[in-house]
Nanobody
Framework: QVQLVESGGGLVQPGGSLRLSCVAS????????MAWYRQASGNQRELVAV???????NYADSLKGRFTISRDNAKNTVSLQRNSLKPEDTAVYYC?????????????WGQGTQVTVSS
């Protein structure tokens, strides 16, 4: 089993900064990618950013330039940094991990961490 534990959420004032972290543990063999998704109330879950095992990154078009994803392969950790937060960044942020096991692809999700941007 794989466990993904997110941290760093909470209440942040507009214009403030955010750094979320996710630590993966358990049965981990070959990580293809780790990512952050978010889901605002009443909306579908959407991709924020993804980073591969080789360090390649990709961001949602609407969010490019606003978030920075990084990864520590040795610690199986992925982080998400955002400065100048806006109320529309309010959402539950989910950590995502995809592993390659033979020809299969196994996906795991974290429980999510709430980020609220409000004064």
């Amino acid at each position: 089993q794989v466990q993904l534990v997110e941290s760093g959420g909470g209440l942040v004032q507009p214009g403030g900064s955010l750094r979320l972290s996710c630590v993966a543990s358990g049965k981990i063999s070959s990580i293809e990618a780790m990512a952050w998704y978010r889901q605002a109330s009443g909306n579908q879950r959407e991709l924020v950013a993804v980073i591969t095992g080789g360090g390649d990154t990709n961001y949602a078009d609407s969010l490019k330039g606003r978030f920075t994803i990084s990864r520590d392969n040795a610690k199986n950790t992925v982080s998400l940094q955002r400065n100048s937060l806006k109320p529309e960044d309010t959402a539950v942020y989910y950590c995502y991990l995809r592993q390659a096991v033979g020809r299969a692809r196994i996906v795991d999700w974290g429980q999510g961490t709430q980020v609220t941007v409000s004064s």
